[in-house]
């Protein structure tokens, strides 16, 4: 029965039936002559996900975190200078690997809730004259907080001060979920992975990478191996990998790239918003507020929700769990107790964002929190009526 239900953590995210036959693929020889004619589409149409056309898209069998370690180690040298903000779990965890990657790093320390400073990231980049710092990194969507970043915001700052170091985004809670523009925001490395937006099974990294990132690997020298742009990028030139690739779950992808595509991305960013909404009507209906402190940050793919002054979130995510069989997400670092997530990203419909709502409803009525029951699921209810068309609300 538990397999029933959809989950409602921010990944890895619910497989549509689709996609999970696509994956159950007998053994093929990704070293038959053929297999060229599988990769190179596939690696070309990622490209219209990260919305570039200089870019190269580079896929690793691992999970997102392989991505950022494969962007820092093939593109910086140890010492090489990083500036980076700290505002959630995940971009905590970024600078951790930039550190024990022996990276020299300014951090920014911001609120949990907030998003990046593009002000503080323009004044640290203004007062490094000699352009030491390499690289900026910044992570789109904060998955801890539920807080979207403006990438262009953050671009702008490195023009203004015309400063050439590269710019680094972790999208993967937001790339095919959420609009993400690589070329147009100068962004050099966009690193995502299978188990989000692309509703496969955790196990593929998928990493944008710029021209001028692709040129930086000639002359940094942190150690890589598995990880290698250039092994990578000249197998794939040929047709094929550097070792054995993953090709239940590359056909997954292929089929999940043909899926976002038929419903057209724009589509897709526009279902993510309005299951969105009705999540956050909920939200207000409860007398709950969300992590995320302004609107412009609310993230269309998760909401972090702070419990009231007594309770403790962690027990909520388990009584949902327990007698619903229906997770969350938990708190998560300076959120753990305080606040519980709900993932609403990937193969997501309104109707399955209602019965979300309606399970943490009951749990927190369970628990004795002070809502009124039905109250978060009539508000969303509401907004679902009243907007959007049937086309979208029955898509994914
Ligand atoms: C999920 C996630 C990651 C990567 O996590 P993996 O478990 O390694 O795939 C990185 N950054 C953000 C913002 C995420 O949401």
């Avoid at 292929?254 to 976002?260: A, G, P, W």
């Avoid at 609107?295 to 007698?323: Q, R």
């Amino acid at each position: 029965m538990s397999g029933q239900n959809p989950v409602f953590i921010p990944g890895p995210t619910n497989i549509p039936d689709r996609l999970r036959q696509a994956m159950n693929v007998q053994t093929s020889d990704h070293r038959a002559p053929d297999f060229v004619n599988f990769l190179l589409p596939l690696l070309e149409d990622l490209k219209k996900v990260f919305k570039t056309e200089s870019g190269t898209v580079i896929t690793f069998p691992s999970s997102g975190t392989g991505g950022w370690e494969a962007s820092i180690t093939n593109t910086l040298s140890p010492g090489d200078k990083v500036l980076v903000a700290r505002y959630g779990m995940f971009s905590h965890r970024w600078i951790d690997m930039c550190q024990r990657l022996n990276l020299d790093v300014e951090i920014i320390d911001c609120d949990w809730g907030s998003g990046a400073p593009a002000d503080r990231y323009a004044e640290a980049l203004a007062a490094d004259s000699d352009f030491g710092i390499k690289a900026v990194l910044v992570t789109h969507n904060e998955t801890a907080t539920g807080v979207k970043s403006d990438i262009s915001a953050v671009r702008r700052a490195m023009d203004a001060s015309k400063h050439p170091a590269m710019l680094y985004v972790d999208c993967v809670s937001s790339l095919a979920s959420m609009d993400f523009r690589m070329d147009e925001w100068g962004v050099d490395l966009a690193v995502a992975g299978s188990q989000k937006g692309f509703m496969l099974a955790t196990g593929m990294a998928v990493v944008g990478v710029s021209e001028k990132a692709l040129a930086a690997c000639d002359s940094a020298t942190c150690p890589r191996v598995f990880f290698d742009f250039g092994d990578m990028t000249r197998a794939n030139a040929a047709g094929g990998y550097p070792y054995t690739p993953p090709v239940p779950l590359m056909n997954g992808l292929r089929e999940s790239l043909n899926m976002l595509f038929e419903e057209g991305l724009d589509n897709v960013f526009a279902r993510h918003f309005r299951i969105a909404e009705g999540i956050r009507e909920a939200v207000r209906a409860w007398g709950l507020s969300l992590c995320a402190v302004s609107p412009e940050l609310y993230s269309d793919t998760v909401s972090a929700i702070y419990v009231p002054e007594g309770f403790d979130s962690d027990a909520l995510i388990n009584h949902a769990f327990d007698k619903y069989r229906v997770s969350f997400g938990v708190g998560l670092g300076a959120m753990a107790g305080r606040a519980f997530r709900i993932g609403h990203l990937g193969a997501m419909t309104n109707v399955m964002a209602l019965s979300g709502i309606a399970a943490i409803e009951m749990a927190m009525k369970d628990l004795d929190y002070p809502i009124e029951l039905g109250s978060g699921v009539s508000a969303a209810q509401e907004y679902y009526r009243n907007t959007g068309s049937i086309a979208q609300s029955q898509a994914a």
